[in-house]
Nanobody, 122 residues
Framework: QVHLKESGGGSVQAGGSLRLSCAAS????????LGWYRQAPGQERELVAV????????KYSLSAEGRFTISRDSTKNMVYLQMNNLKPEDTGVYYC???????????????WGQGTQVTVSS
């Protein structure tokens, strides 16, 4: 079983920055991708950023690209999301995701954290 716990959320003004952290534990050897998703009020959960565990390839949503950076530390079982130049539309609950059983960014089984709230005011 994989366990994920997010931290680092909070309230900031537009243009500010936040750094989200996700601590992973459990059976992690089969994880092939780590990602961050967000769910805004009344909207579906969407992918923000993903990183592969084999070669650290990254991919971002159009809204996140150029402003957000995903990274990981395999020795500490941590994944991070650095968010700069935050906008009100970035507001939502951010979830850490770990996928296994696939290749690259594609996964067969997904594991989720409980989420951390990010609120960006104008």
């Amino acid at each position: 079983q994989v366990h994920l716990k997010e931290s680092g959320g909070g309230s900031v003004q537009a243009g500010g920055s936040l750094r989200l952290s996700c601590a992973a534990s459990g059976s992690l050897s089969s994880i092939n991708a780590l990602g961050w998703y967000r769910q805004a009020p009344g909207q579906e959960r969407e992918l923000v950023a993903v990183i592969t565990t084999d070669d650290d390839r990254t991919k971002y949503s159009l809204s996140a690209e150029g402003r957000f950076t995903i990274s990981r530390d395999s020795t500490k079982n941590m994944v991070y999301l650095q968010m700069n130049n935050l906008k009100p539309e970035d507001t939502g609950v951010y979830y850490c995701n770990a996928g296994e059983g696939g290749s690259g960014w594609w996964t067969e089984i997904d594991h989720w954290g409980q989420g951390t709230q990010v609120t960006v005011s104008s």
